[in-house]
């Protein structure tokens, strides 16, 4: 900024002093030059009036810029003098490291990757867990189950009976009848099955080969 004021005065000085030279010169030369030129421009007075305020709006121009420059370095000063923040700042970063501490200890990396991301799943299963948890605790539908009726039980029992006793070929043992129920059909169903018939004609004859 100095440089640059600087200039700009030097500027100015010799630009006064070449109008002072001008000056001086020219009453020298129109007696022997100016005397043989006839020719004369045609310059209207508004015209005349700027080419004499050339120099002297440059001139002008270059103070004033000149001028706001050292306004604006006045104020910039003032700023900072009203300013008591000033920041420690270091070369380096003392005691800071990256996550995995690559510089800390470089042999263990890969471990601490594998750890890392077992980490992270295992925290993504545990957000999952609770999402699901929330999800079916917002969930009030319960539907309604009947329970199977008695007689259907008892077929069921009948029925896997039979079947063993057809596999160990065994007869088959009737089912127990419940107090204040019938169960003629159910005895009926079960010795007249084939299993029970076979049963029966097998025993017949053993009989009778004993009575001889």
Same mark, same amino acid.
């Given at each position: 900024? %100095?440089?640059?004021? !600087? +200039? +700009? ?13 001008? =000056?001086?010169?020219?009453?020298? *030369? ?13 310059? &209207? ?15 002008? #121009? ?21 300013? *008591?923040?000033?920041? #420690? ?16 200890? /470089? ?13 992270? %799943? ?5 957000? =999952?867990? !609770?999402?699901? #948890? ?11 189950? &009947?329970?199977?009726?008695?007689? %259907?039980? #008892?077929? +069921? ?8 006793? +057809? &596999? ?8 127990? /009848?419940? *107090?204040?129920?019938?169960? =003629? ?5 079960? *010795? ?21």
């Amino acid at each position: 900024m %100095i440089a640059k004021e !600087r +200039a +700009a005065g030097d500027f100015l000085e010799r630009l006064e002093q070449d109008q002072k030279r001008k =000056a001086l010169m020219r009453p020298r *030369y129109e007696p022997s030059e100016v005397y043989e030129c006839t020719f004369s421009p045609q310059i &209207n007075q508004k015209s005349k009036q700027l080419t004499e305020r050339g120099f002297e709006a440059i001139g002008e #121009k270059m103070r004033r810029e000149s001028r706001m420059e050292r306004l604006k370095q006045e104020q910039e000063l003032r700023d900072s003098q009203d300013c *008591y923040f000033s920041p #420690k700042q270091f070369a380096r970063d003392v005691g800071v490291e990256s996550k995995l501490g690559v510089l800390r200890d /470089p042999e263990t990396l890969m471990e601490r990757i594998k750890k890392e991301r077992e980490d992270k %799943i295992e925290r993504v299963k545990q957000e =999952a867990a !609770r999402q699901e #948890k929330s999800l079916e605790h917002n969930l009030t539908f319960s539907p309604h189950i &009947n329970e199977t009726p008695e007689f %259907i039980h #008892k077929m +069921a029992l009948a029925m896997r009976a039979l079947r063993e006793a +057809a &596999n160990q070929g065994m007869p088959p043992k009737p089912p127990q /009848p419940s *107090y204040g129920q019938t169960s =003629a059909n159910s005895y009926a169903r079960i *010795y007249t099955s084939p299993s029970a018939k076979s049963y029966t004609s097998q025993n017949t004859s053993i009989r009778g080969n004993f009575s001889k």
